[in-house]
């Protein structure tokens, strides 16, 4: 009687095909880089109303080598808008988000685009709401660190704006009244 073979020759072969994608996966979702080690839960301020948003949502950062990583999602946007989004400098939601004031820019950089040579610290890429005013948020940031220190994210506040931001005035990027804020605590 002849065994029965249950697993044929292809089958080593085919372990690089099956497991490369699973490889992939693990390296570029946010359980690489460890567990939350802050968060931000964003809340309209006095600039909510006259703005028609009610913004919300909880915000996590995680850290891997020198990177931060947001993720979370958004919500209580204006439907298929776009917002300015930005950490700013002071963890105080305080004045319609005034008390917040100016973007978190710890190497004297002026205001640009994330991830551009010139642009401050704490400009995020843009909120872009879907059709039911929300937005998944997923950003990765270098340069800062969380903690409390002068590059460190923890005790600053991320700001929604009513606005979209042009990226091209200073040193706000002109995105209008401040809806939305949070302040960056962390999670030990
Ligand atoms: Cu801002
Ligand atoms: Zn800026």
Known sequence: MKPIRSAPALW???????CLPLLLVACTT????GPPLARVQLAPTGAAQAAGMNPGGLL?????????YVSGRIT??????????????????????????????????SHGMHGAEDA?????????AD????ADV?????????????????GRAVIIHRDPDDFKTQPTGNAGPRPGCGVIETTR
């Open 60 to 68: 996590e950062f995680r850290q891997a080598e020198g990177v931060v």
């Open 30 to 33: 946010p359980g690489t880089y």
């Open 12 to 18: 080593p072969a085919l372990w690089p095909a099956l």
């Open 120 to 128: 401050h610290a704490g400009d995020l890429p843009a909120l872009k």
């Open 131 to 134: 059709a039911n005013g929300a």
């Open 76 to 109: 209580g946007l204006k439907p298929n808008a776009v917002h300015g989004f930005h950490v700013h400098e002071v963890g105080d939601c305080a004045n319609e988000g005034m008390a917040s004031r100016g973007h978190f820019n710890p190497n004297g950089k």
């Open 138 to 154: 997923r950003v990765e940031l270098r340069g800062v660190s969380l903690d409390v220190s002068p590059r460190g994210l923890i």
